[in-house]
């Protein structure tokens, strides 16, 4: 090595900014992701095509039926009266045969007002159903506490968006950019509507739940109440029956001919 001494310097002149850059690179600590308050739901694994498709939801409904809503909250049930408003019940009645409120956020609850809900956490839902609107109901029944009423952008404009009165607002029943005409009312789990998630007011946007659905909420307002289920619970859909089986008579013995 003595012979070579410069040999010597130049391998440890090469190996020294290796060596420095080591020791002073900072450690890249992986941040905690902050803690949110989300709400579990039970969404369907595939879309009910029905709902890619208005022109499938044309069902009659029954002159008298309930829906069960299991939400974040606890369960509420509304008994929907079709005489009261035709076209607004046959609607809701098809939106919650074809599971559309299932996994929907209340995204708009104004105490001393009303709660709304009825816009798909699916964008492409959304979509489908935009132009979809139905004739308005004439006003039959007032807007009383616990009545459910279809939401409106002015009149023939219904489409999917409803909401519950918390008070008495018989002053939509005469509103100009109605009508509002309610189509039934929440005969069980009105305490459960009245406790669903109010810290956000107004806030969450409607037009960007419509185009961008559930996640735009769960980053934005992740406290939402939802919706688990919605489903038609009386009377049930009717189940085939079965005919019984028809037996065949026996052909008779045969006799010997003389």
């Not at 409106?152 to 404009?157: D, F, R, S, V």
């Not at 998630?197 to 992740?222: H, M, V």
Request: charged share 15%.
């Amino acid at each position: 090595m003595r012979k070579f001494p410069w040999l010597c310097f130049l391998v440890v002149a090469m190996l020294a900014p290796a060596v420095l850059r080591a020791q002073t690179a900072p450690a890249q600590a992986t941040a905690p992701k902050p803690a949110t308050t989300t709400h579990p739901t039970t969404p369907r694994a595939t879309t009910d095509p029905a709902l890619l498709n208005p022109a499938l939801l044309k069902a009659t409904a029954p002159p008298v039926y309930e829906v069960t809503f299991v939400t974040t909250k606890g369960t509420f049930v509304v008994q929907v009266t079709r005489a009261w408003a035709p076209l607004g019940a046959d609607r809701f009645y098809n939106l919650v045969k074809h599971h559309f409120f299932d996994g929907t956020a209340f995204f708009r609850v104004v105490p001393d007002f009303m709660v709304q809900f009825g816009l798909s956490g699916n964008p492409a839902v959304n979509r489908a159903l935009a132009n979809a609107k139905i004739k308005d109901d004439p006003v039959t029944q007032s807007n009383k506490p616990g009545f459910i009423t279809f939401a409106t952008a002015g009149p023939g404009t219904r489409t999917t968006q409803v909401f519950i009165n918390y008070v008495d607002n018989s002053r939509l029943d005469r509103e100009p950019s109605g009508p509002f005409a309610p189509f039934g009312q929440v005969t069980s789990g009105m305490d459960v509507v009245r406790s669903i998630y109010s810290g956000d007011d107004e806030r969450p946007d409607q037009g960007a739940i419509t185009n961008q659905g559930n996640a735009y909420l769960a980053k934005a307002f992740p406290n939402l109440d939802k919706v688990k289920t919605a489903t038609v619970t009386s009377p049930l859909p009717a189940v085939p029956v079965k005919k019984p089986a028809v037996a065949t008579p026996a052909k008779p013995a045969s006799t010997p001919q003389q």
